[in-house]
């Protein structure tokens, strides 16, 4: 216990040292997915329970076992173990039929996800606000090949298996997409915030801001590094707030 209170000492220390003032988010040491968006924060752990954070409070969500939760205009999705979809509504996820997922994004009016051979879908709008018992979702193919894949209001970002990075536009009503930018850089994960900012975490754990990102200029013109002291897993970003997930499992809440 003394050795877990020294490093979350040494942790709030080190997290102000990039410009960023970092706190840890109210305890769960075991956390391996973080989500932010719609004004809500969303998590899993390693037992495979999700959680959402309620005040200074990380409370159950759901009795379904999930490795991945993401949460935003679209509402709350997840995927379990087996790669099923699942949709919370009336205070629980049930699970969806029509594709198995290994990452969705429910950031924008659209949902998007990756399947585990890499290939990129889309829920339209009104089918995935109209979603709210099990059914057969019909799923529209995006052409392309993803591991991860995040939308925001001026566009969508993702990265392959080779860690590249691409941006393009997906209308919320058809899943048309605007064709295939390829972005300079590398990286692991790709997440858009709801005001348009989008970060990303490379191999190593480091974090990058894209910036220059305008509505002319959806697609930004260069990153800028955040250097943090410790290895990060994880980031997503909303209402000003930067939430990481660092390599040992502790989530940290950073504003500038």
């Not at 040292?17 to 391996?32: Q, R």
């Not at 220059?212 to 209402?239: M, N």
């Not at 040992?248 to 504003?255: F, M």
Request: charged share 15%; glycine share 10%.
């Amino acid at each position: 216990m003394k050795t877990l209170t020294t490093f979350l000492v040494l942790l709030n220390y080190f997290t102000r040292c990039h410009g960023w003032i970092c706190t840890i988010a109210p305890e769960h040491l075991a956390a391996t997915q973080v989500d932010a968006g719609n004004g809500m924060v969303v998590m899993t752990d390693r037992n495979s329970n999700a959680f959402i954070l309620s005040d200074s409070t990380w409370s159950k969500l759901g009795s379904v076992p999930l490795k991945y939760v993401s949460v935003g205009l679209a509402g709350v999705w997840g995927v379990d173990q087996d790669n099923t979809v699942y949709k919370f509504a009336a205070g629980d996820f049930f699970p969806t039929r029509g594709l198995s997922l290994i990452q969705v994004d429910a950031g924008q009016r659209q949902v998007v996800g990756v399947t585990s051979q890499n290939s990129i879908h889309c829920l339209n709008a009104s089918t995935a606000s109209a979603t709210e018992k099990e059914t057969v979702l019909k799923w529209n193919t995006i052409p392309g090949a993803l591991m991860y894949f995040s939308c925001g209001p001026l566009g969508c970002w993702g990265v392959n298996s080779g860690q590249d990075i691409f941006f393009t536009k997906v209308s919320p009503d058809n899943c048309g997409i605007s064709g295939w930018n390829k972005i300079d850089g590398a990286a692991v994960k790709a997440e858009v915030g709801s005001d348009g900012r989008v970060f990303v975490v490379n191999q190593p754990g480091n974090v990058y801001e894209r910036i220059g990102i305008t509505e002319a200029v959806p697609q930004g013109t260069g990153w800028r590094q955040i250097s943090f002291c410790v290895t990060i897993k994880h980031v997503t970003y909303d209402l000003g707030r930067l939430w990481l997930l660092t390599d040992a499992g502790v989530i940290l809440n950073c504003i500038k």
